[in-house]
């Protein structure tokens, strides 16, 4: 066994939940071994959630619908042979443990009681026979996995309006932290699995937790244990925009509050139990939604932070099977307790109510199948009753169409022709929810799936759904799992002569960075080719390499500086560029030097006109502007909104005008630049209206910047920046402005991919499971995974040809635990010696880098 070291008392728990089809194979439960034992690595106690294998609780609920004996032990054994299938394809040919439970699913079969509580009782069947296995296979792999029946801790809550059914079958549980359980969880083992969807009701039978109450199980125990965070593992990256079977380009959501994320699994994404997020809300236990088969994968962090304060929609979810019912009378509505009676009547029936709208003489409301047991006889006899009091009309069947996201009411503006794509179908009823996070039209439920993937792709191109904010969402499903349609050219390295030309550097001396001249100067091409542009600057904080610098500037580009250094760097490599200077608060010298020098200067901000007038009389200046909102791939690459200290406000346009003309200077340039790694071709021209009709108040300008920040794919499968759709979107913003020139200064797009870092590996270490790839370099090299959480493929240029069945933590040889430069790798089983690439490194990796350790930093070789 190798987790043998003991953690301390207060180790914190870590609780991972595994849907149907990531426990269904072998090869899953190597994965979940690794993936246990490395939040082990941790240093934290692992409690493993587990659901049925796929297809087995559908599978034990059919049985319990069969009404013949033969057939129900028939199913029983099929279900049998399943599990001793897998059972085998583990490795393992005995387990008593097993017999056990499957003698209680054949006896169960066979019984004669058939109510809920032996409904119960046979779909618990499930998950307790995937748990057995489970442990056993682990603790196989030489993962000591201590089994725990769930029902011992987790004690389900009578509720007031509950039936029989609904306790039985779609119970829930009241979750405090538990120290007294904690701990005697803890005196079990550091790794410990449980059943998902099962508890324990108050006479100690057993009870359901609701369809997908595997994620509720996961939750609960979560908050039980006060975790440090929750994972729940699945066969998505995470929650999208949207159902991504439906809606293949919806987008993934890398980070949502508890909020967000909970109304977007009440309306409908199935990827996580509508009832999984309250139990962590409180305790504020995060939670993590990833893919077992893609663990590389970012996935979908759900917190207590709200992660941007700009509304956007997030999601566009649908739930199907709802039933309308219209009650009219006229004049009634507003008489005292009329609407008590009415509801009262819903209540008898044992029908809970979800969307209201309401007029004058009609009261429209939706009946929720998730929330209600919607056979026709109870929706007839409730029709019955209120027919007694108002003329009722059942519309069915239909669905949900909801637009999710912070601060719905102030993006009406934004949903015009979304809102007209409604035109198209009825609409029955619109509702608007009170804490202003969604929006809902019910329409026919036939009209939906056609409708979802149009409505979502209104939304992106209204901007509505902000997809170019990085930090916000991710790539499309499409993209990250779709057939390879127009995969993208591969990267320079990968050509057989430049690999051997790499390791033979690599020989030489490492870490070392890798600058591909023919690369870069293709990157400076496409972007010259863009009509649209009439000036193009490098931004060289992204790579100042002399050599760069003359090859960009052989392209055409000109130099854009933040700093003296840079400002000097730039007139060393390429005497003949232009320049720019755009510091931000630098001291009064720079820019006293810079206008000495007769390099254009961009001020944003008032304090150098207020207090060093003088230095700026008679002189044009750009101005730059923050638009009061920033994006980008990380919080800390946002140079825009709140928080950030980049650019003038436009509230202090007209003070910052006033005090410029009194100074005879004039602002000929308005610069806005509102982050890095930006993938929405549509991002630029926005931000070019936006200065544009700024810039039409003012009257001096004659050319607008719209900054950088054009993204390079990080994630695997991302597609690239579409530059025709960049050019044709600045395009139309030009013709409605043509007195504007128009320029750009990208820098990460230019030398990213130009760039790999070389790097040998030192030592391998399997510690608790884990398997670690040390590398000799480490974040002073390159340092955008530890600060950006930034993701750089990882390649063994050593070992091309093998298989990649590896999962390891690539780290350097820093004193910090941060210094990863990548998690959860599958790489080729490496060996001293090999040599490991780094990718579009060439960005902010050796103009970045540090002492840190007193280790020198990579040094740097340019393949011309
Ligand atoms: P598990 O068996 O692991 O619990 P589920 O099938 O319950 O997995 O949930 C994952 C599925 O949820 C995905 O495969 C996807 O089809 C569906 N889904 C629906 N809406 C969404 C959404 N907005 N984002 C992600 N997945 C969604
Ligand atoms: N096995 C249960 C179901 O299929 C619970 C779960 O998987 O979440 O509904
Ligand atoms: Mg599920």
Not at 192 to 214: E, M, N, Y
Not at 748 to 766: M, N
Request: with cysteine; hydrophobic share 50%.
């Amino acid at each position: 066994m190798t987790n043998a070291s003991a953690l301390p008392a207060a180790a914190p728990w870590i609780v991972l939940k595994f849907g149907g089809t990531s426990v269904s194979t072998p090869q899953r439960w190597a994965t979940i071994r690794a993936l246990a034992a490395s939040r082990r690595a941790e240093g934290a106690r692992v409690l493993l959630v587990v659901s049925a294998l796929s297809g087995v609780t559908d599978a034990l609920k059919a049985l319990c619908g069969l009404a013949d004996v033969g057939a129900r032990a028939a199913a029983a054994a099929d279900i049998a042979a399943r599990h001793r299938d897998l059972l085998r394809a583990l490795g393992l040919d005995r387990l008593p443990a097993l017999d056990a439970h499957l003698a209680e699913l054949a006896a169960l079969a066979t019984a004669a009681e058939h109510d809920y509580a032996w409904q119960a009782a046979v779909q618990s069947m499930g998950e307790l026979l995937s748990s057995t296995l489970g442990a056993a296979a682990l603790s196989a792999q030489g993962l000591a996995t201590a089994w725990l029946d769930a029902r011992s801790c987790l004690l389900a809550t009578p509720l007031p309006n509950q039936n029989e059914r609904t306790r039985r079958l779609s119970a829930s549980v009241e979750c405090n932290a538990d120290t007294a359980l904690a701990a005697r969880l803890a005196a079990c083992g550091e790794v410990l699995i449980t059943q998902g969807f099962i508890a324990r009701d108050q006479a100690g039978r057993t009870v359901l937790l609701g369809r997908g109450g595997s994620d509720t199980s996961a939750a609960y125990f979560g908050a039980l244990l006060a975790a440090a965070r929750v994972e729940i593992w699945t066969d998505v990256a995470g929650m999208f925009s949207a159902n991504p079977r439906q809606v293949p380009d919806a987008r993934l959501l890398t980070r949502l509050d508890y909020e967000e994320a909970q109304e977007i699994a009440t309306t409908g994404a199935k990827v996580l139990h509508p009832r999984s997020l309250s139990p962590l809300r409180d305790p504020r236990v995060p939670l993590l939604i990833k893919d077992t088969q893609r663990p590389e994968l970012d996935g979908t962090v759900i917190g207590p932070e709200a992660a941007s304060d700009a509304p956007s929609v997030k999601a566009i979810s649908a739930r199907k099977g709802i039933t309308l019912i219209a009650m009219e009378s006229v004049g009634m509505w507003q008489q005292v307790g009329f609407l008590a009676d009415v509801f009262a009547l819903f209540k008898q029936h044992g029908l809970s109510v979800d969307l209201i709208g309401s007029a004058e003489t009609n009261v429209t409301v939706s009946l929720d199948p998730s929330e209600n047991l919607l056979d026709s006889d109870a929706i007839a006899a409730l029709a019955a009753d209120l027919a007694r009091v108002c003329r009722v009309k059942v519309i069915a069947p239909c669905a949900a169409v909801t637009l999710v996201g912070r601060g719905m009411r102030a993006m009406l503006h934004r949903l015009s022709t979304v809102l007209a794509e409604f035109g198209q179908v009825k609409v029955h009823l619109i509702s608007q929810s009170s804490n202003n996070l969604n929006l809902t039209f019910v329409v026919d439920e036939a009209t939906v799936d056609a409708l979802l993937p149009r409505l979502h792709d209104l939304l992106l191109r209204a901007g509505a759904l902000r997809a170019g904010d990085r930090a916000l969402f991710g790539p499309s499903w499409q993209a990250l799992y779709g057939a390879a349609t127009a995969a993208p050219p591969p990267p320079w390295w990968r050509e057989p002569a430049a690999r051997a030309r790499l390791l033979a550097i690599a020989a030489e001396a490492t870490p070392r960075y890798v600058y591909h001249l023919p690369t870069l100067r293709e990157r400076a091409r496409a972007l010259q080719a863009l009509t649209a542009v009439d000036r193009w600057y490098y931004a060289i904080k992204a790579n100042p390499h002399p050599a760069l610098l003359a090859a960009l500037a052989a392209e055409g580009f000109g130099l854009e500086c933040v700093s003296p250094g840079e400002l000097a760097a730039a007139e060393r490599a390429a005497p003949q560029a232009a320049r720019l200077f755009t510091p931000n608060f630098a001291p009064r010298a720079d820019y006293a030097a810079a206008l000495a020098a007769d390099v254009p200067v961009t001020l944003d901000a008032l304090h150098p006109l207020l207090h060093w007038g003088e230095l700026f009389r008679d002189r044009e200046l750009i101005l730059r502007l923050d638009l009061g909102r920033g994006l980008g791939h990380h919080e800390k690459v946002r140079t825009g909104g709140a928080g950030s200290k980049f650019g003038l406000p436009v509230s202090d346009l007209d003070l910052f005008l006033r005090r410029a003309e009194a100074l005879g200077a004039r602002v000929t340039g308005l610069h806005a630049h509102l982050g890095s790694g930006i993938l929405d071709p549509r991002h630029w021209a926005q931000v070019c209206g936006e200065l544009a009709s700024l810039a039409d108040r003012i009257g001096t300008v004659a050319f607008l910047d719209v900054g950088g920040g054009l993204g390079v794919p990080a994630a695997e499968g991302e597609p690239a920046l579409d530059l025709a759709a960049l050019d044709a979107a600045l395009l139309e913003v030009k013709r409605a402005y043509p007195h504007y020139a128009l320029w750009m200064e990208p820098g990460r797009y230019l030398v990213a991919e130009a760039g790999v870092l070389l790097a040998r590996v030192t030592q391998i270490k399997h510690k608790e499971g884990v398997a670690y790839l040390g590398a000799d370099a480490g974040m002073n090299s390159l340092i955008r995974p530890a600060l950006y959480d930034a993701r750089h493929a990882i390649v063994n240029l050593t070992r091309p040809d093998d298989r990649a069945d590896t999962l390891y933590q690539v780290v350097g040889p820093i004193c910090e635990s941060g210094d990863v430069l990548g998690s959860d790798r599958r790489l080729p089983a490496a060996a001293e010696g090999d040599v490991l690439l780094i990718a579009d490194a060439g960005a902010y990796g050796a103009s970045m880098a540090s002492h840190y350790n007193l280790r020198k930093p990579a040094a740097e070789t340019v393949l011309s």
